[in-house]
């Protein structure tokens, strides 16, 4: 995050307008504002008395002349702009802090059109094709490209057999994010499954991500790695080149997670597991309390089913992590 000498924090409201395929709505500052020609997602600034959620609507008819009827909270971000001058060393926008309050907008009235003068755009967030990007909406682009539904693997209790007969079932309904989680496994029985994980999952363009392994993730060529929360409260930064993401069960590890900057974290027990019997778990309540203007996707973990996703996202959830319904016969 940059630095500024803002003190006077702007509080925003901004909508990711998502199709069913993924697409996200991109909008082009026009001639005349600061930052023009910058891509942004669409939102502004939240009134005295308004809630973010009220500022999201309002900002959308006005911007765009649509209506949202169903959308989610999702991650706060605060950015520190520095003062922006043009050629002529002519101020054309003062340092400010900005706090972003984003949500996923996935139903709406009306057709999206540029009320404003501003050039629109459906992008893939994993392959955008405009720039360059507002600096403050950049990271978002690398959130957006995780899938709402992340599968951890279950060998140990499937079998080889029937855990890839499953995993291909999965992928063919969709599934882009699978979690290589062996722990039986020694080194190179975990490196055997997880290539095979890999060659599955690839003509799907599906994630795979190694748990607690940055090593074989690697070698690999993962997409990412998963640390446990006992790694993660020991990393020193984030690793370079690959996803990161992290478990966590508390505000300390929430924060550390946040601190390096990682690209997600999955956050339990939500709900009573078979992993963890008797444990005591966060319940939607906790678990809405602790992320509250987080600023990293969250997936909710512990006795989830598809059907929870709706109310995870409620509670400001990225979307939800399954070991064992999601490889359930369908």
């Known amino acids: 995050m940059t630095s500024a000498a803002a003190s006077v924090i702007t509080e925003a409201a901004v909508g990711v307008i998502q199709r069913d395929n993924g697409l996200v709505l991109l909008g082009q500052r026009p001639v005349g504002k600061p930052w023009a020609g910058y891509w ?35 991650i706060t971000r605060s950015y520190d702009y520095e003062a922006k001058y043009n050629v002529e060393g002519v101020l054309e926008s003062s340092a400010k802090t900005v706090k972003l309050h984003f949500f996923i907008v996935v139903e709406w009235d009306g057709e999206p059109l540029g009320l404003e003068q501003q050039t629109l755009s459906w992008q893939n967030p994993e392959k955008n094709t405009v720039g360059p990007m507002l600096p403050a909406n950049a990271p978002i682009l690398t959130g957006l490209g995780l899938a709402p539904v992340y599968a951890i693997s279950n060998l140990g209790e499937l079998g080889e057999e029937l855990f890839f007969e499953r995993l291909s079932a999965a992928l063919e309904n969709g599934l882009m994010m699978i979690q290589i989680r062996e722990k039986q496994l020694a080194e190179e029985e975990l490196k055997l499954f997880a290539e095979r994980v890999i060659e599955v999952a690839t003509p799907y363009e599906a994630k795979v991500f190694i748990n607690s392994d940055l090593g074989l993730a690697k070698a690999l060529q993962a997409s990412g790695v ?60 906790r678990f809405a309390d602790l992320i509250k203007d987080y600023p990293l996707p969250v997936f909710a973990l512990g006795g989830m089913h598809s059907n929870n996703l709706a109310m995870a996202r409620a509670k400001g959830a990225h979307g939800i992590a399954l070991q064992r319904a999601i490889w359930a016969a369908s």
């Open 40 to 74: 942004e997602f669409p939102g502004g600034k939240i009134e005295n008395g308004e809630t973010p959620a009220h500022a999201l609507v309002r900002e959308l008819q006005e911007e765009l002349g649509i209506t949202p009827t169903l959308y989610y909270p999702w």
């Open 226 to 285: 998963h640390f446990s929360s006992r790694q993660l409260m020991t990393l020193p930064s984030k690793p370079q080149g690959l996803l990161c993401g992290a478990s966590c069960h508390n505000e300390a590890e929430l924060a550390q997670a946040a601190s390096l900057g990682l690209d997600y974290v999955m956050l339990s027990p939500v709900q009573a597991t078979l992993s963890h019997e008797g444990a005591p778990v966060l319940g939607w309540k």
